[in-house]
């Protein structure tokens, strides 16, 4: 079992930055693949960033070279900085845990915070 809490949301004005983080408890932190995703109203939720155990990075399109995920397996947290922030950035974003064992997936979502980009 895994407790992700995600912080660092808020208001920000367009072309500001704001930093995600996302703290996880529970499990061993560095075996789970992580995960930022974002839903907008109106919106499915969709992948943002990941990172996985070994340190592999994935961007969706519409943030690359502005937003960069990290993590430290010290802290057993998961970073999302995020700059250059867009009106269509505005959404509430999800903290995400995965991993396989034996064939077995196991996923689990932090409660989310929201960040609003507007001027």
């Known amino acids: 079992q895994v407790q992700l809490v995600e912080s660092g949301g808020g208001l920000v004005q367009p072309g500001g930055s704001l930093r995600l983080s996302c703290a996880a408890s529970?499990?061993?932190?560095?075996?789970?693949?992580m995960g930022w995703y974002r839903q907008a109203p109106g919106k499915q939720r969709e992948l943002v960033a990941a990172?996985?155990?070994?340190?592999?990075?994935n961007y969706a399109d519409s943030v690359k070279g502005r937003f960069t995920v990290s993590r430290d397996n010290a802290k057993n947290t998961v970073y999302l900085q995020m700059n250059s922030l867009k009106p269509e950035d505005t959404a509430v974003y999800y903290c995400?845990?995965?991993?396989?064992?034996?064939?077995?997936?196991?996923?689990?979502w932090g409660q989310g915070t929201q960040v609003t980009v507007s001027s």
């Open positions: 529970g499990s061993i932190f560095s075996m789970y693949a």
């Open positions: 990172i996985t155990s070994g340190g592999n990075l």
């Open positions: 995400n845990a995965h991993r396989e064992i034996a064939r077995q997936q196991y996923t689990y």
